[in-house]
């Protein structure tokens, strides 16, 4: 199975400023999808931005962009212009097409301080 | 709202007890996916049923089952509780059998074994 690593247990960051949160992932096929969740206090799991790996264009939404690197299975999501709402768990995942399910890393904490 | 409809949002319930998890889907999405979250263990996929039929299977123990019924709506069974279930309890929903979309998660049902 694919593996999804997120190698930051915790981030802060200060209001307004920018801050990238990492995640690599091992697979061997060729044509997959990417992922970014967050999931807030509310425990609400929300979709912030999804890759395809066959586009080499960047993802963007808003103020969330990633840096997707195909060669070295890279996928960190960036966080411009900081709010105290974006204080939350965030989730890397992965999904393939040999497989039906998204595959999550362990989380990274995101701390937003004013 | 996501629209995905998790009942009930807290549990607690004696060890060797059995509990059924309620999930209804976004309408017009025919698959369901159960995951558990739990700090140790992160986001684990257990199972995912599409218009009424098993279409994969994760990390689900044999004291778990689930079925999905012909409203769409899913419920996940688990028996002979031990602690070490206690955990959130996720359903997501999608459109169609792939995830390559992502999927809209249910707020969870918390579940305490105690």
């Known amino acids: 199975a694919q593996t999804v690593t997120q190698s930051q247990p915790e981030m802060s960051v200060q209001e307004a400023e920018t801050v990238t949160l990492s995640c690599t992932y091992d697979?061997?096929?060729?044509?997959?999808?990417l992922f970014w969740y967050k999931q807030p206090p509310s425990r609400q799991m929300i979709l912030v931005i999804r890759?395809?790996?066959?586009?080499?264009q960047n993802a963007t939404e808003n103020r969330f962009s990633v840096n997707f690197q195909k060669a070295a299975k890279s996928f960190s999501l960036k966080i411009s212009d900081s709010q105290l709402g974006d204080a939350a768990m965030y989730f890397c995942?992965?999904?393939?097409?040999?497989?039906?399910?998204?595959?999550f890393g362990k989380g990274t904490s995101l701390l937003v301080t004013p | 709202d996501s629209g995905v409809t998790q009942t009930p949002k807290h549990l607690i319930t004696a060890t060797g007890q059995r509990v059924t998890l309620r999930c209804s889907p976004r309408?017009?999405?025919?698959?369901v996916y159960w995951y558990q979250q739990s700090l140790d263990q992160g986001l684990q996929f257990l199972i995912q049923?599409?218009?009424?039929?098993?279409?994969a299977k994760g990390n689900i123990l044999e004291r778990f089952s689930a079925q999905q019924f012909p409203d769409l709506h899913s419920e996940l069974n688990l028996s002979s509780l031990e602690l070490g279930d206690s955990a959130l309890y996720f359903c997501?929903?999608?459109?169609?059998?792939?995830?390559?979309?992502?999927?809209?998660f249910g707020s969870g049902t918390r579940l305490t074994v105690v």
């Open positions: 997501a929903s999608s459109v169609g059998a792939e995830t390559n979309y992502g999927y809209t």
């Open positions: 697979t061997s096929e060729s044509d997959y999808y």
């Open positions: 890759q395809e790996a066959y586009k080499q």
């Open positions: 995942a992965y999904n393939g097409n040999s497989g039906y399910a998204l595959n």
């Open positions: 309408s017009g999405d025919l698959s």
């Open positions: 049923y599409y218009n009424g039929e098993e279409r």
